[in-house]
């Protein structure tokens, strides 16, 4: 079983509407982190916590929020869907025994926005 | 200015040649230095780890970080189909930021 799940791995919505995103680690980190991925840009971090009481912006949070609701969970939403905002999103993890440089990635989700 | 700058690609090469991707950067405060791979509709995965300058390598794969010209390699000897991936380079500071390049998209033809 893979240790970073994303559910869904493929979505279409329409604009204005509310989604969420969910990933769950078994590899026992309480660090996660939530990426989007566009083509010529490389991952860009929206959010990312570093434990369950922590969560900080990254450099693109704006239109999107996250809750941690376990050490093992933390969702990604955006609460009003734009065009602009169809990527692949990677959810993420590192143990804070060996810092933020070792990330272990989900398999993405797929985000359509029409 | 992008802090760390890598050419998308794509290159192409046969298999069994020695392959080289290459990023620049311009903070000169990074001193961790990755380089992920990633197959198509896949989430990326660390592929090595190099802190602060010098070479490390593990098996067909070395990594070069050359921090005074804020440059950093991954040469990939004998390359395979298996290889064909985007590789992505990524560095940190030392803080919870780490940045990625764009990645570059390597096909080896069998």
């Known amino acids: 079983d893979a240790d970073v799940t994303q559910t869904p791995r493929n979505r279409i919505t329409k604009t204005g509407k509310r989604i969420m995103l969910e990933c769950s680690q078994t590899?026992?980190?309480?660090?996660m982190y939530w990426y989007r991925q566009d083509p010529g840009l490389g991952l860009r971090l929206i959010y990312y916590?570093?434990?369950?009481?922590?969560?900080n912006k990254g450099e693109i949070s704006d239109g999107y929020s996250v809750s941690r609701q376990a050490q093992a969970k933390f969702s990604l939403s955006l609460e009003s869907a734009i065009p602009n905002q169809t990527a692949l999103y990677f959810c993420?993890?590192?143990?804070?025994?060996?810092?933020?440089?070792?990330?272990?990635f989900g398999p993405g989700t797929r985000l359509t926005v029409t | 200015q992008k802090e760390v700058e890598q050419d998308p690609g794509p290159l192409s090469v046969p298999e069994g040649a020695i392959v080289s991707l290459n990023c620049t950067y311009s903070?000169?405060?990074?001193?961790?230095f990755m380089w992920y791979r990633q197959y198509s509709r896949k989430g990326p995965e660390l592929l090595m780890y190099t802190y602060s300058s010098g070479n490390k390598e593990d098996g067909r794969f070395t990594a070069q970080v050359d921090k005074s010209s804020k440059y950093i390699s991954l040469f990939i000897r004998d390359s395979q189909p298996s290889d064909s991936a985007t590789y992505l380079c990524a560095m940190n500071t030392g803080g919870f930021k780490t940045i990625f390049g764009a990645g570059t998209r390597l096909f080896v033809k069998a």
């Open positions: 590899k026992g980190h309480d660090r």
């Open positions: 916590s570093f434990d369950v009481k922590d969560i």
């Open positions: 903070n000169s405060a990074f001193q961790y």
């Open positions: 993420a993890t590192s143990d804070r025994k060996t810092g933020t440089y070792e990330q272990y």
